[in-house]
């Protein structure tokens, strides 16, 4: 059943295009993928800012209006949490709302088949994720030589601390979907999109927006 959508997160969603004069990674795979993520998205009242659909060669992301975080919440955060789990997030959540105008990067991640992104850190913030759709591999350590695999389950979070080497993998089979926020280490030098600092890629790729 749809939601009724906040009154500040209303309005209309942004529409992926496929990019002109660019490398396009396009599949009818990843095209339905897509298209399904964002219907659930808009079913639970969620304003798309940005769709990452085509530029990836690991899959793409799926943002959402800052606005609209509550319903983000409520759509993949709240239901079948351990009691640990509901209250860290309280605090968290109480103090996001305090520290009003960061930037929180509420988003969807979509890892395709057999697929990982780079490994990377963040030196102004950790990460929270929770595997909607997998299981999905995340490797983290504090160096490449000290790099451990954890297997995250549908429903499961992992928390990625700062300065702490990661990426995540779908399996061969399935896509991997993670529901990802931001929490600023110092709220008064957040972090924005520039702060990646990629270790290794598969793809060969440079700089924190390729």
Request: glycine residues 6%; contains cysteine; aromatic residues 10%.
């Amino acid at each position: 059943m749809n939601r009724r959508p906040d009154a500040a997160c209303e309005g209309q969603d942004v529409k992926a295009k496929r990019p002109k004069g660019a490398t396009v990674y396009w599949s009818r795979d990843r095209e339905m993928q897509f298209a399904r993520i964002r219907a659930e998205a808009e079913g639970f009242g969620l304003r798309i800012l940005e769709a990452n659909e085509y530029r990836k060669p690991w899959g793409g992301f799926v943002k959402f209006d800052p606005a609209c975080l509550a319903a983000f919440r409520r759509a993949y955060w709240k239901k079948g949490l351990n009691e640990q789990w509901q209250e860290s997030l309280r605090s968290l959540w109480k103090a996001m709302r305090s520290a009003r105008g960061l930037a929180l990067d509420a988003k969807l991640l979509l890892v395709a088949p057999g697929q990982r992104f780079s490994l990377q850190e963040h030196e102004r913030r950790a990460e929270l994720w929770r595997v909607l759709e997998g299981p999905v591999d995340v490797v983290m350590g504090e160096d490449e030589e000290h790099l451990r695999d954890h297997e995250v389950r549908p429903g499961e979070i992992i928390r990625i601390p700062e300065r702490t080497l990661h990426r995540a993998a779908a399996p061969v089979s399935s896509w991997g979907v993670i529901a990802e926020f931001w929490q600023h280490i110092d709220p008064a030098h957040p972090s924005d999109e520039d702060d990646v600092i990629r270790h290794a890629d598969d793809y060969e790729r440079r700089g924190p927006s390729s």
